[in-house]
């Protein structure tokens, strides 16, 4: 453990380089912080992957170990067991997954890619591998077919040929089918790239040549499904038409059928329909056989929704899709394909979901899906991450969201349920809290590795209507321009349930939790609007008392007289609120002068003093939100003293607004999500765009229990509300860049148009220093690397705190840092972190009598005079500092980078300490000490490629942290070794070892007359004896990490070893078996000998010599 004393910080330690931290002098203490963490406490790695499978492309499925695997465009597989259980593993070459093929009940799995490679897993053990991998050279992979209980894969190529792997040895045969020989001689033509390749469920010699057969035909083929007596078979065509054929006439097909086509009254030929992509046939025992079926509708329907068509008997079901249909496969009892197949679900893969159908069930209801893949239902337009939450919220939050569950689902079990859990013991309660485009909010228990949604709250119910064609268009995962109600940015405090959040309208809403449901009355409007001075020739010397507004009495007009109303208008009307978080005020910036609003930037909440406050480009304002009262709406060159070393003097004259240059904090560029993904917000129409904002409006809309309240309410001021100047927003500007330019010719002028509010923090502390007793305090960064502070004074708690006003005063610079501020955190004189104060919650509903307000408020241990009690901890952009108070002397400073820049910091608990974990544009991921700021860990991870991840990327407590990898997928991962070592134990399994299910019986008259299944000795035809070898040229083998043998016994640990003690007891029962079954035929035999040989002596017992 190693110690560091701050009095040698006093005694001259010599500062150390730029990338090193650097202690700073300061006053003298005498305080030993000790330091527990240390750099083998940290190791970087993915822990798992939530959320649906990218831009699918493939589907396989294990009907006896009930594991699901889908494809993805860019070489990822996602493998799928009962809820809980899930894997990602992701192929080095990115290449398009374009087929899965599982060894049934072998623990492995064959994928073949569009660069011409197949691969064999191993899903044995917890993380798959890559066994072997056979990459072709000279003919492209088109369709891979495996054989139930076979180890000859065949593989299908562009030239029509068919390829035969022996999946032991993962070595090519020298058998091979040439398209010449598996045409008719009459054929001129060749017949195309191999499209399908099945085997005849009772002739294993017949594969393949069928479909060769139909590719000749007039109409392009798809697919063909056997049925299960294996003498004929269905076609899927072009023209929307199906075919059955005959295996012993293949001449003409014995039935054709249109599906969906109309039927003329003149013998004539149906209308042709769309293509039928695909078709199952599956029989059954009690009744008609199913026939599963994607596309084939009319040309004619008004339906341009994908369609899924069940057809059973005489009925005909038609289930529209919200997605294109990628794949589909239909489970059946058994895994046998010459028996009766049993159809019970259909697995329907969509582009961006996935649906289970019942098929044993009135209406083909769906299953309810148990896993997280409504991530991406509404666009993630922000995330944030809490680990080591209060315990009891998981079960709140479940308790209102299970009311939420939509109705109509299947009563069975999720088919789809093979592996086992993980046993890890490594937990602790972790929430992900997702803001999307459609306004909603989504918690989600992301305790133990796994992800479940907790919780739904749409914040587009508070507004009037909702986006226009939200109902008849489908969803989306891309982020488009008429989101009104995007969420922009959100705060949330676990200990006492408040949550506040800002959407791209530029609104804000607060929300308390409550277990009861209610009923708002008529929400009270309140308009304020500050006095409009002269902006082009303001007071040069800055200290000009602001103008105090006039209060606007509610009114039903309309704020077009001042501008435009505000793109959401808030519901007027009284509004049902379910149990759940309940609107408590909303807080709208409206249109001035025909100028829309900024967006908001930062936000905060403080639910101990009953404040939030929120910034944009140019300003902040504070609101009480139990008062329902505006404190405080500053521009943030008005935050600064006068004798403020750091002040920007206004600009005057002010030429023309064009001079004013957009805000180039790298944060934010990130903050304007929409801007940077497409346009901006406004951009659709140009008389919205942007150029100077000449004051903040706001509107509070008020819930009870102030709903009571007279309209001639007026809201008290306790600062006055003052103007400031939002700069513009340049639709023109790279933002989207993340190179930015500190040129020597950006003077101090420009640099106060532009500096925005970048991030607020609540504490109690040391706002000035001459302070010696912590207070409510309000500590904002701004993008130019500036830390101010607001010194708040509240009125005693219960009524007066409701009556009486709150002060808010402005006590300057704190300190400056190269780069815009991202963090800020509070450690007490022993160097633990100081929370936030927080009121514990309470239910908001409950009577009068039972509402006790407690505020629980950080309370830093006693210190004597002269020493600093606190010790803030600053993150920027570029650098990070650690100062004393209340003395504000540096203690700490370094440099994190200079090549790039910090997106995301937060300072993170660990189980042996704290440390300020950093993640910079160039990838790298690194944690520092603290107080000393020594560097422990630094790893390039993750080059920054997409804006997507440096908006959503978070770290949390525990040394935890995820983003949003794809539109669709969020990925956690760990920096914590402890996390690590204890990774294996907390992942599920894949594979359990199961039975496989008997073969179907052959029954006595098929076996006397040979109608059963025939038998095909494949190694006498494809082996190397018969066959011969391979070229070399044509295919490359590329042994993986492990070998065949790895793969028979991979799975460790005490699955394994029953796994193969399981093996070798079946292979022992079996011979056993065979040595009693010879035992008694040797009986058998005996007997019937002794018996022929007892008559042939009684027979010549009496005779003599002569009569034989």
């Known amino acids: 453990m190693k110690k560091f004393n701050i009095r040698k910080v006093l005694d001259g330690l010599t500062a150390s380089s730029s990338g090193t931290a650097s202690p700073q002098p300061g006053t003298n203490q005498n305080d030993v912080i000790q330091e527990t963490l240390q750099s083998e406490h940290f190791q970087l790695c993915k822990t798992v992957r939530h959320g649906f499978p990218y831009q699918p492309s493939s589907m396989a499925f294990d009907p006896v170990q009930k594991i699901l695997a889908i494809g993805t465009q860019s070489g990822a597989v996602r493998l799928f067991g009962r809820a809980g259980v899930e894997c990602y593993c992701q192929h080095d070459s990115g290449a398009a997954v374009i087929q899965l093929q599982f060894l049934v009940n072998e623990g492995a799995l064959v994928s073949a890619l569009a ?5 064999l897993w191993n899903l044995r053990q917890k993380q798959p591998a890559i066994l072997h991998t056979l990459k072709f050279n000279r003919e492209r992979i088109t369709f891979c077919h495996l054989p139930f209980q076979s180890k000859w894969l065949y593989i299908g190529t562009e030239k029509g040929n068919i390829h035969i792997v022996n999946v032991e040895s993962f070595t090519l ?36 040549t069928f479909q060769r057969t139909i590719n000749q035909s007039m109409i392009h083929s798809f697919q063909i499904a056997w049925h299960h007596e294996g003498k004929q078979f269905t076609c899927s065509h072009s023209d929307g038409t199906l075919t059955t054929w005959n295996v012993r006439v293949p001449a003409k097909p014995t039935i054709t059928i249109t599906p969906h086509g109309k039927q003329p009254k003149d013998g004539k030929k149906p209308e042709p329909c769309k293509p039928i992509l695909k078709v199952e046939y599956k029989t059954t025992r009690a009744g008609d056989a199913f026939v599963v079926m994607s596309g084939g509708l009319s040309y004619d329907t008004g339906c341009r929704r994908s369609c899924l068509t069940v057809m059973h008997g005489k009925s005909t079901a038609v289930l529209e899709m919200d997605y294109p249909i990628v794949d589909f496969l239909t489970l059946c009892e058994t895994p046998y394909p010459n028996d009766f197949q049993e159809p019970y679900a259909v697995v329907v893969l969509l582009e961006k979901d996935l649906v289970v159908i019942d098929l044993e069930q009135i209406g083909y209801p769906i299953f309810e899906n148990p896993y997280p893949l409504s991530i991406h239902e509404s666009p993630v337009t922000c995330v944030e991450y809490f680990a080591d939450c209060p315990p009891e919220l998981i079960p709140a939050l479940y308790s209102v969201g299970s009311r939420q569950k939509r109705q109509g689902y299947s009563k069975k079990e999720w088919p789809i349920s093979g592996g086992n859990w993980g046993q890890g013991t490594l937990s602790y309660p972790e929430i992900i809290v997702t803001g999307h485009a459609d306004g909603s909010i989504k918690f989600w228990d992301a305790s133990a590795i796994m992800l479940q949604v907790l919780y739904k709250l749409k914040t587009a119910k508070v507004f009037e209507k909702a986006p226009k064609g939200s109902k008849e268009e489908k969803p989306s995962t891309e982020i488009v321009d008429e989101d009104p109600f995007a969420i922009q940015t959100l705060s949330w405090c676990p200990a006492s349930r408040m949550l506040c959040v800002a959407g791209v309208s530029a609104h804000v809403i607060i929300y308390r939790f409550s277990k009861q449901e209610m009923t708002t009355e008529v929400l009270l409007e309140v308009r304020m609007q500050g006095e409009l001075n002269d902006v082009d020739s303001p007071d040069p010397a800055g200290d000009h008392p602001p103008t105090p507004s006039t209060p606007v009495p509610p009114s039903s007009s309309s704020p077009t007289q001042e501008g435009e109303p505000p793109e959401a208008q808030v519901w007027s009307a009284p509004l049902k609120q379910s149990p759940g978080y309940q609107v408590e005020l909303v807080i709208q910036l409206v249109w001035v002068s025909g100028e829309p609003p900024q967006q908001i930037t930062s936000l905060a909440v403080s639910s101990s003093d009953g404040l939030v406050v929120f910034g944009n480009s140019s300003g902040l304002a504070v609101v009480d939100y139990l008062q329902k009262s505006l ?29 004013i240059p957009p805000v180039t904090s790298c944060m934010s560029r990130l903050s304007i999500f929409y801007t940077s993904m497409k346009k901006t917000y406004h951009s659709s129409n140009s008389r919205k765009s942007s150029h100077v904002y000449h004051n903040l409006c706001c509107l509070l809309f008020l819930s009870p229990p102030f709903s009571s309240i007279s309209s001639t309410f007026i809201l008290s001021l306790t600062s006055p509300l003052s103007l400031f100047v939002l700069s513009p927003y340049h639709p023109d500007a790279k933002d989207s860049s993340f190179s930015r330019s500190r040129s020597s010719s950006v003077t101090s002028i420009e640099r106060e148009s532009r500096e925005a509010i970048s991030s607020f923090h609540f504490s109690e502390s040391f706002p000035r220093k001459t302070d010696s007793s912590p207070s409510p305090s309000l500590w904002l960064g701004t993008t130019q690397g500036t830390v101010l502070v607001l010194s708040l004074s509240l009125p005693p708690t219960g009524d007066q705190r409701l009556q009486q006003p709150v002060g808010v005063s402005s006590c300057g610079t704190l300190v400056r840092l190269k780069g815009g501020i991202l963090t800020m955190a509070f450690l007490d004189s022993l160097g633990a972190v100081l929370p936030p104060s927080y009121e514990p919650w309470s239910e908001p509903n409950a009577p009068d009598e039972e509402k006790t307000r407690r505020r629980r408020p950080a309370s830093p241990p006693p210190t004597q005079e002269g020493q600093d009690s606190q010790y803030a901890v600053v993150c920027s952009e570029k650098q990070a500092k650690v100062v004393g108070l209340p003395s504000q002397s540096c203690f700490f400073k370094h440099n994190i980078t200079e090549s790039s820049f910090v997106l995301r910091a937060d300072v993170v608990q660990m189980a042996a300490g704290l440390c300020l974990a950093c993640f910079c544009a160039n990838g790298h991921i690194m944690t520092l000490s603290l107080p000393s700021l020594r560097p422990l860990l630094d790893v390039n991870y993750l080059p920054l490629t997409d804006m997507r991840i440096a908006r959503t990327f978070c770290f949390s407590n525990l040394g935890q942290a995820m983003y949003l990898t794809s539109p669709t997928e969020i990925q956690r991962i760990t920096y914590s070794q402890e996390t690590c070592d204890n ?9 359990t070892p199961l039975e496989t299910p008997e073969a179907p019986n052959r029954g006595f008259f098929k076996g006397l007359f040979g109608g059963g299944a025939q038998s095909l000795d494949r ?40 796994a193969r003690a399981r093996i070798a007891l079946d292979e022992r029962g079996q011979k056993l078996g065979e040595l009693e079954d010879r ?18 002596m009684l027979k010549y017992k009496d005779k003599k010599w002569y009569q034989l």
Do not use: C
């Not at 990774?983 to 594979?991: A, K, P, S």
């Not at 070898?1029 to 394994?1056: C, N």
């Open 173 to 208: 045969s020298g058998y091979v089918i040439m398209w010449n020989k598996a045409i008719e001689l009459s054929s001129k033509s060749h017949p195309g790239p191999v499209v399908h390749i099945s085997d005849n469920p009772m002739d294993e010699g017949k594969v393949g």
């Open 631 to 659: 404190l405080l709406n500053m521009s943030t060159s008005e935050l600064y003293s006068p004798s403020d070393p750091y002040q920007r003097q206004p600009r005057s004259p002010r030429k023309t607004h064009k001079d």
């Open 983 to 991: 990774l294996q134990e907390m992942m599920g399994e894949l594979f």
């Open 1019 to 1058: 190694e006498d035809l494809f082996g190397e004896t018969a066959a011969g070898k391979a070229s070399r040229s044509l295919a490359q083998h590329i042994p993986g990490p492990q070998g065949m043998e790895g793969m028979k016994g991979a799975a460790s640990g005490v699955v394994g070893d029953l």
């Open 115 to 119: 660069d011409d490679s197949v691969h």
């Open 1079 to 1096: 035992t008694a035929a040797m009986m058998a035999s005996a007997d019937s000998f002794s018996k022929h040989a007892h008559d042939m």
